[in-house]
């Protein structure tokens, strides 16, 4: 049984820093692209940053220099360090990962004052 559980967001400040982590089970996790998403509220689920098992990485053009995807493959996690945040990153933050099919955390708010 694959599992995402998400956690680390809360509200900040804008121009503050959040680092959201995402653990899996019931995947090969060394093996798995992992990825986030983000929904603010009446908009779609934009993608945010991807991480590949070899750890390469890419990222949206809106994220880019304030974010940063890692991972942990002894610690089954992959993490999202999100510096210099400001309101428009407001929204609820998934973790997604494709094995077999795709997998999705419950998602973590995270919001931004300004």
């Known amino acids: 049984q694959v599992q995402l559980v998400e956690s680390g967001g809360g509200l900040v400040q804008a121009g503050g820093s959040l680092r959201l982590s995402c653990a899996a089970s019931?995947?090969?996790?060394?093996?798995?692209?992992m990825a986030w998403y983000r929904q603010a509220p009446g908009k779609q689920r934009d993608l945010v940053a991807t991480?590949?098992?070899?750890?390469?990485?890419d990222y949206a053009d809106s994220v880019k220099g304030r974010f940063t995807i890692s991972r942990d493959n002894a610690k089954n996690t992959v993490y999202l360090q999100m510096n210099s945040l400001i309101p428009e990153d407001t929204a609820v933050y998934y973790c997604t990962t494709y094995w077999y099919r795709q997998y999705w955390g419950q998602g973590t708010q995270v919001t931004v004052s300004s």
């Open positions: 991480i590949t098992g070899r750890t390469t990485t």
């Open positions: 019931g995947i090969i996790f060394s093996d798995a692209a």
